[in-house]
């Protein structure tokens, strides 16, 4: 009989969103007609279609698949160069930002890069995350052996959570104590927080100072209108020496099903060896796609670079433009509804707090009774997410307004 990965034994109750499937589930089959109603704004998964510059490329690749002239096999492990020197280009030197075509790594997602990073780094990093807390970022870590047992009062041992709170915005100080690693996220899941380029700036001396590593998720900077806010860590002086930064086509171009994101790997950032040598992490992290990956579909990365073209362009914008419509009109019956709200300004997410003083998942059940409607408790987030909900964006403008009337209607 094989041994198990006992890390895994570790985790607590389910990852969070099958557990919201789940309530939702029963929900739904002890109230058929109510469930008729049911307008899911939970999961941050998109809802309207594809942009269609995507479509046409992916369909055209397809064909070449279908002719021996044009067919392909195997593609390059760390990506197509087509699509490689595209994203260099546009997402960064065009932007003023030094990052070379081989520096970056075509994905299936950069939820799956926070796990997959942890296959190069080890287990002695003394690892901080934010509170409240994409899922991800704490689950792959237990996952790979970094952390201690799971606290009776939730959380973690070995972990340090950075507190987010309605008075710093939801944008953690770094810490006064020394860590290795830091999972920064911004425009921020679950909270819709955005950092300023000083704050981003003070987390950059950090690292330099305490030689950590910072992983930077910036899966939703394609949401930020504010001129003043970084789109990425690299915006920062002193960034490519002390950050990798993790980007995704779900959001933007609404690749949640296709699969496709990317890694930004700089030559210059280092790791250390338990004898103290410094050697760089972009040869490990190559040669680990290399050994476990064959990258992604040739269809979808020609669908990613469809994206950057000028109606590519278009239609992503066209589609932010929706989902932060419908944000807007959120964030603006929360408000009416007597609760305080964050985000839904530069992000897609709308971070309100509970009513009555009900804690985060009798919140959830009251919207799921009387509102029919399914949003994300905050206690599922952290700590410091109790007393929270997140609402999402992505839906139909049809079942944004009506969620909206309903919201105001908690009054």
Known sequence: MAYLNEDYLKLQAGYLFPEVARRVREFCEANPEAAKRLIHCGIGDVTEPLPRAAIEAMKRAVEELGHRETFRGYGPEQGYEFLRSTIAQRDYRDRNIDIADDEIFVSDGSKCDCGYILDILGDQNKVAVPDPVYPVYVDTNVMAGHTGPARKGGGYEKLLYLRGTAENNFVPEPPKEHVDLVYLCFPNNPTGAVATREQLAAWVAYAREHEALLLFDAAYEAYISDLEIPHSIFEIPGARECAIELRSFSKNGGFTGVRCGFTVMPKSVPGRTENDRR?????????????????????????????????????????????????????????????????????????????????????????????????????????????????????????????????????
């Open 279 to 411: 050697l760089a992490l972009h040869p490990l992290w190559q040669r680990r796609w290399s050994t476990k990956s064959n990258s992604v579909n040739y269809p979808a990365q020609r669908g990613a670079e469809a994206l950057y073209s000028s109606d590519g362009r278009k239609q992503v914008r066209a589609l932010i433009d929706h989902y932060m419509s419908n944000a807007k009109m959120l964030r603006a019956a929360a408000l009416d509804a007597g609760l305080q709200v964050f985000g839904g300004t530069n992000a897609p997410y709308i971070w309100a707090s509970t009513l009555d003083g009900l804690t985060s998942w009798q919140m959830f059940d009251r919207m799921l009774r009387e509102a029919n409607v399914v949003i994300t408790p905050g206690a599922g987030f952290g700590a410091q997410g109790e007393g929270y909900f997140r609402i999402s964006a992505f839906n139909s403008t049809e079942n944004a307004r009506e969620v909206a009337r309903r919201i105001t209607g908690l009054r």
